[in-house]
C-alpha cells in the first residue's frame, strides 16, 4: 500500500516531468544548498581547538628554553601548525554562530621561568602529541560529512604524520628513540590448533605476539610521558588538592608501567626508559594548575581507549584483566580529576543538544 501511494506521489509531483531526463543545470535564482556542521564536526573542531590553545602554551614554554636547534625547528613547526589550526577553527565556529572555546592563553603560562623539562624530554613530548594528532585527525576525516571541513581535517592529519616522521626521524638521529624488538621470522605459515594459544594463566603461556607486543609498548610509551609530566607538574602546583591529585596520578602511572614492563621481560623483551631523569628540579613552573590538569586528564583519558584497543587485539586471557585493571584505575583518577576541575571552574562545556523537555516546560 505504502509503495502504491509513493507512486501516485511521484506521478504528481511537480519534478515528474525531469525526472529521467539529462541535467540541464541549476536556475540561477536557486541557492546552492550549504549544510550547517554537524554534531560530529562542531566535536572535532571544538576538542582540536581546546587541545591546541593548551599544546600551544607548553610548546612555548617549552621552547624558550630549547637549546638543540634541530629541535627548535621542529617545535617551530608545530606552533605554526597549532596558531594556523586555531584560526581555522575560531573561522568555522563563528560562521555558524558558535562561541569560540575560551581554550588556554597567556594567562595560562609564567613564561620567565626556570627551565623545566630537558630538550630530550620536550622532543619525547612533541612526538607522543602527534601520534594523538595522527589518531584524532584520521577520526574526524571519517566521521565528517561536510567537504570543507573533511577538507580541513585531511590537511591536518597530513600535518600531524609529518609532525610524527620529523620528531621520530630526529630522535633516531639522535640515538633517542626506543625501537620495538624484531623477531625471528617463522618458517612457515601456521595457525592456531590448540585452545592454548588462548591461555596465560600458567606454565604453558604463549610468548607474546607481534600485536600484543607493539600495543603493549605504544601504551607504556603512553603512560611514560603521563608520569613524567605528572612529576613535573606536582613540584609545580601551587594547589594542595591538584599536588594530592598528581601525586595520586604518578602512582597510578608507574603502577601500570611496572604490570606491562613484567609482561614484556617474561619474553625477554626490552622496554623504553623513563623520563623523569629529563625533568629538573626546578619548583616553580610555567604552567598554571588548570592547564596541567588539563593536560593530565588529557592523557588519562586517551589512554583508557588505547587500553581498550589492547584488551580487544589480545587473545592471551592474562592480557585482558591487566588492561581492564588500568581502564578501572584511570578512571578512578578520572573521577577525581572531574571533581576539581568542576570545583575549579575549570571544565569548560561542548556544545549540548537541545533540552526537549526543558523547551517544552517554558510553555507551562
Same mark, same amino acid.
Given at each position: 500500500?505504502?509503495?502504491?501511494?509513493?507512486?501516485?506521489?511521484?506521478?504528481?509531483?511537480p519534478?515528474r516531468e525531469?525526472m529521467?531526463?539529462?541535467?540541464?543545470?541549476?536556475?540561477?535564482?536557486?541557492?546552492?544548498?550549504?549544510p550547517?556542521?554537524?554534531?560530529a564536526?562542531?566535536?572535532?573542531l571544538w576538542?582540536?581547538y581546546?587541545?591546541?590553545?593548551?599544546?600551544?602554551c607548553?610548546a612555548?614554554a617549552?621552547q624558550?628554553?630549547?637549546?638543540? #636547534?634541530d629541535t627548535k625547528?621542529?617545535?617551530?613547526?608545530?606552533?605554526n601548525l597549532?596558531?594556523?589550526?586555531?584560526?581555522?577553527?575560531?573561522?568555522?565556529?563563528?560562521?555558524?554562530?558558535?562561541?569560540?572555546?575560551?581554550?588556554?592563553?597567556?594567562?595560562d603560562l609564567?613564561?620567565e621561568?626556570?627551565? /623545566?623539562?630537558t630538550d630530550v624530554?620536550?622532543?619525547?613530548?612533541?612526538n607522543?602529541?602527534?601520534?594523538h594528532g595522527c589518531?584524532?585527525y584520521s577520526?574526524?576525516?571519517?566521521?565528517?560529512s561536510?567537504s570543507?571541513?573533511?577538507?580541513?581535517?585531511?590537511?591536518?592529519?597530513?600535518t600531524?604524520?609529518?609532525?610524527?616522521n620529523?620528531?621520530?626521524?630526529? /630522535?633516531? &638521529?639522535?640515538g633517542?628513540?626506543?625501537?620495538?624488538?624484531t623477531?625471528? #621470522? #617463522?618458517s612457515?605459515?601456521d595457525?592456531v590448533?590448540?585452545?592454548?594459544?588462548?591461555?596465560?594463566w600458567?606454565?604453558d603461556? %604463549?610468548?607474546?605476539?607481534?600485536?600484543?607486543?607493539?600495543?603493549?609498548?605504544?601504551?607504556?610509551?603512553?603512560?611514560?610521558?603521563?608520569?613524567g609530566l605528572?612529576?613535573a607538574?606536582?613540584?609545580t602546583?601551587?594547589?594542595?588538592?591538584?599536588?594530592?591529585? /598528581?601525586? &595520586?596520578?604518578?602512582?597510578t602511572?608507574?603502577k601500570?608501567?611496572?604490570?606491562?614492563n613484567?609482561?614484556?621481560?617474561?619474553?625477554?623483551?626490552?622496554?623504553?626508559?623513563?623520563?623523569t631523569?629529563?625533568?629538573?628540579?626546578?619548583?616553580?613552573g610555567p604552567f598554571?594548575?588548570?592547564l596541567?590538569?588539563f593536560?593530565?586528564?588529557?592523557?588519562?583519558?586517551?589512554?583508557?581507549v588505547y587500553y581498550g584497543?589492547g584488551?580487544?587485539?589480545?587473545?592471551?586471557?592474562?592480557l585482558? #584483566?591487566?588492561?581492564?585493571?588500568?581502564?578501572?584505575?584511570?578512571?578512578?583518577?578520572?573521577g577525581? !580529576?572531574?571533581?576539581?576541575?568542576i570545583?575549579?571552574? !575549570?571544565?569548560?562545556?561542548?556544545?549540548?543538544?537541545?533540552n %526537549?523537555?526543558?523547551v517544552?516546560g517554558?510553555?507551562?
Amino acid at each position: 500500500m505504502s509503495g502504491c501511494l509513493f507512486q501516485i506521489c511521484i506521478m504528481h509531483h511537480p519534478l515528474r516531468e525531469t525526472m529521467g531526463k539529462p541535467d540541464r543545470g541549476v536556475p540561477v535564482n536557486v541557492v546552492a544548498h550549504r549544510p550547517k556542521l554537524t554534531s560530529a564536526e562542531v566535536a572535532a573542531l571544538w576538542t582540536q581547538y581546546m587541545n591546541d590553545s593548551a599544546g600551544l602554551c607548553v610548546a612555548r614554554a617549552m621552547q624558550r628554553h630549547l637549546e638543540d #636547534p634541530d629541535t627548535k625547528a621542529v617545535f617551530d613547526y608545530s606552533t605554526n601548525l597549532g596558531t594556523r589550526h586555531m584560526d581555522k577553527i575560531a573561522s568555522f565556529l563563528k560562521s555558524e554562530g558558535y562561541p569560540v572555546p575560551t581554550g588556554f592563553s597567556d594567562r595560562d603560562l609564567a613564561v620567565e621561568t626556570p627551565r /623545566l623539562f630537558t630538550d630530550v624530554f620536550c622532543l619525547n613530548y612533541l612526538n607522543i602529541m602527534s601520534l594523538h594528532g595522527c589518531h584524532g585527525y584520521s577520526g574526524a576525516v571519517t566521521t565528517s560529512s561536510r567537504s570543507d571541513a573533511r577538507s580541513y581535517f585531511t590537511e591536518c592529519a597530513t600535518t600531524a604524520l609529518e609532525l610524527c616522521n620529523r620528531t621520530k626521524d630526529l /630522535l633516531l &638521529e639522535k640515538g633517542l628513540y626506543f625501537r620495538p624488538p624484531t623477531l625471528v #621470522p #617463522p618458517s612457515r605459515v601456521d595457525f592456531v590448533t590448540r585452545e592454548s594459544f588462548l591461555s596465560g594463566w600458567f606454565h604453558d603461556t %604463549r610468548p607474546l605476539s607481534c600485536i600484543e607486543i607493539t600495543d603493549i609498548l605504544f601504551n607504556l610509551k603512553k603512560s611514560i610521558l603521563a608520569k613524567g609530566l605528572a612529576v613535573a607538574f606536582r613540584q609545580t602546583a601551587s594547589s594542595d588538592r591538584v599536588r594530592s591529585f /598528581l601525586d &595520586e596520578a604518578v602512582r597510578t602511572k608507574e603502577k601500570h608501567i611496572s604490570m606491562f614492563n613484567k609482561i614484556m621481560e617474561a619474553d625477554g623483551l626490552p622496554t623504553p626508559t623513563c623520563l623523569t631523569a629529563e625533568i629538573t628540579d626546578s619548583a616553580k613552573g610555567p604552567f598554571s594548575d588548570k592547564l596541567m590538569m588539563f593536560l593530565i586528564g588529557f592523557l588519562f583519558s586517551s589512554a583508557m581507549v588505547y587500553y581498550g584497543s589492547g584488551l580487544a587485539s589480545s587473545p592471551r586471557k592474562d592480557l585482558a #584483566p591487566k588492561y581492564m585493571m588500568a581502564i578501572a584505575d584511570d578512571l578512578k583518577v578520572g573521577g577525581e !580529576w572531574m571533581s576539581i576541575m568542576i570545583d575549579n571552574g !575549570w571544565l569548560e562545556q561542548p556544545p549540548l543538544a537541545e533540552n %526537549r523537555h526543558a523547551v517544552a516546560g517554558e510553555k507551562h
